[in-house]
């Protein structure tokens, strides 16, 4: 399909472990948003990537959240020694990026439980 | 803060009525306002793009309204349908040349009953 697609879909992990998310864009799209949403929230900006350009990390919660972008096209969310908190359904989005206004793709999300 | 509100409560109609969405914010001024439907177990799926210039957008049995005066956008669902059933979410962005980052709304539950 062309959609943005995420994987795992659902990932159990144990408080303490690490997690890597992946995150595969639209073809051509220069823009990369990750989100995290907890049950009843709204969407919680956690990090974007634009093209070549140093990403905005100004939403990642802490410093157990980092997140790459290969090549401009897949990325993957990486969670250290995740707690209990950190569960939640993370979604990724990518768009054309040439406009501020440009729709965003969203995936179908990664759901992670930290027991 | 920016803050954006949007109804807490579930929004129940009866089909073939017309439901009305709220998106209320403060402490922002957006260039642009998106509404995006969101159903259970999937991301958020675009609809609708407006402006501050411009009052009313339309597509097919969609409208939204932007008041920067009252810093509000209606989204109306025109002849809802059971399959209009979703949650809604807003998100506010600012003029080109700042940051490319929205803020969305907790979104709003809108249920049609058959």
């Known amino acids: 399909g062309a959609g943005v697609s995420q994987s795992p879909s659902n990932k159990v992990t144990e408080k303490g472990k690490d997690v890597e998310l992946r995150c595969d864009p639209i073809?051509?799209?220069?823009?990369l948003y990750w989100y995290r949403q907890s049950l009843g929230q709204g969407l919680e900006f956690l990090i974007y990537?634009?093209?070549?350009?140093?990403?905005?990390k100004s939403g990642l919660p802490s410093d157990r959240f980092s997140a790459e972008r290969t090549g401009g096209s897949v990325s993957t969310l990486t969670i250290q020694r995740t707690q209990q908190e950190d569960s939640a359904v993370y979604l990724c989005a990518s768009s054309l990026g040439q406009r501020v206004y440009n729709e965003q793709f969203f995936g179908p999300g990664t759901r992670l439980t930290v027991l | 803060s920016q803050k954006i509100e949007q109804n807490s409560e579930a929004l129940n109609i009866q089909e073939g009525k017309t439901a009305t969405l709220t998106c209320n914010y403060t402490n922002y001024s957006p260039a642009y306002l998106q509404w995006y439907r969101q159903d259970p177990g999937r991301g958020p799926v675009f609809l609708l793009l407006i402006r501050e210039n411009e009052k009313e957008k339309r597509k097919e049995r969609l409208k939204v309204t932007f008041d920067t005066t009252l810093k509000q956008s209606l989204f109306h669902i025109t002849a809802s349908q059971p399959a209009d059933s979703a949650t809604y979410l807003c998100?506010?962005?600012?003029?080109?040349?700042?940051?490319?980052?929205?803020?969305f709304g907790r979104g709003t539950s809108l249920i049609v009953h058959p």
């Open positions: 073809s051509g799209h220069t823009a």
């Open positions: 990537f634009q093209g070549n350009s140093a990403p905005d």
């Open positions: 998100a506010l962005l600012p003029a080109s040349g700042g940051s490319y980052i929205p803020t």
